[in-house]
Each structure stands twice: as structure tokens, then as C-alpha cells.
């Protein structure tokens, strides 16, 4: 598991019993996911297609340090499968598990295209030139 992105649990991200509000942590994994996806996939244009059970373990609360792991499990034609696991840096326990996101690459007319990739890149180097021009 790469765990390469840490937040800062500020006031903005607590519900209402003062915990870490389940909404932030989503969009964060999100966030992170679909640049993962991008930089796997070697495609701007991706679309979260499902998100299987997500385990909440345990919560944090303000001024935690929690970090977001990520892992490619598998390559569809069009699509990545990966897994994730959030940690708090702090108490180190684990706060959520997600067994499956599954991302699709999109060309440019919406619709699933090919990316011909079937092993996890720990570089960029999957964004065309064109890409990195934008």
C-alpha cells in the first residue's frame, strides 16, 4: 500500500459529535484516487464507476494527522481496480478500509476507452506530452 497523502484534521472536517466528518474523508479518498487512476491509466478524463462496502474502524478528531493508502490490484481493458486503507498517523490506527474502487479511463466522446495498461507505474511518465502541455 503507497500512502503518500496526509491531512490535517481541522475544525471545517468535524461532524457533529467533534469527530472527523465520514463526507471529508470520502472526497479526500476520492481525490486521491482519481489522480492515482490518471496517472495509472495515463488519462485525464476518468470516472469513478463503483465503491464497494466502506468499513469505518475507528474516527479522528481535530488536529490528527491521517494518511490515505492506495494500491492497484487490478487492470480491466478500460478500467483500475485498486484498494484503500486511511491510518491515523497519531494513534495509528486504521480509520477506514475500501476494499474496490473502480475507475474508468473516457475518451473524449464519453465514452470507456482502452488504456493498454496491466502493471502499476510509480512514475508519470503515462501522461503524453500533450497532456503535460495543458
Avoid at 73 to 89: D, Y
Wanted: contains cysteine.
Amino acid at each position: 500500500m503507497n500512502f503518500h497523502t496526509r491531512k490535517w484534521v481541522r475544525p471545517e472536517d468535524l461532524n457533529a459529535n467533534g469527530t472527523l466528518f465520514g463526507g471529508s474523508l470520502l472526497r479526500w479518498i476520492d481525490d486521491e484516487a482519481v489522480v492515482y487512476a490518471m496517472i495509472q491509466l495515463g488519462n485525464q478524463r476518468i470516472v469513478t464507476k463503483y465503491i464497494s462496502e466502506i468499513n469505518f474502524l475507528a474516527s479522528a478528531v481535530q488536529g490528527d494527522i491521517i494518511e490515505i493508502g492506495l494500491q492497484a490490484v487490478h487492470f480491466g481493458r478500460t478500467s483500475l481496480t485498486m484498494r484503500c486503507e486511511v491510518r491515523n498517523i497519531l494513534t495509528e490506527q486504521i480509520i477506514l478500509s475500501i476494499d474496490k474502487i473502480v475507475f474508468v479511463g473516457i475518451g473524449e466522446d464519453g465514452r470507456p476507452k482502452e488504456h493498454g495498461y496491466s502493471t502499476i507505474t510509480y512514475e508519470r511518465d503515462r501522461f503524453s506530452d500533450a497532456m503535460r502541455r495543458r
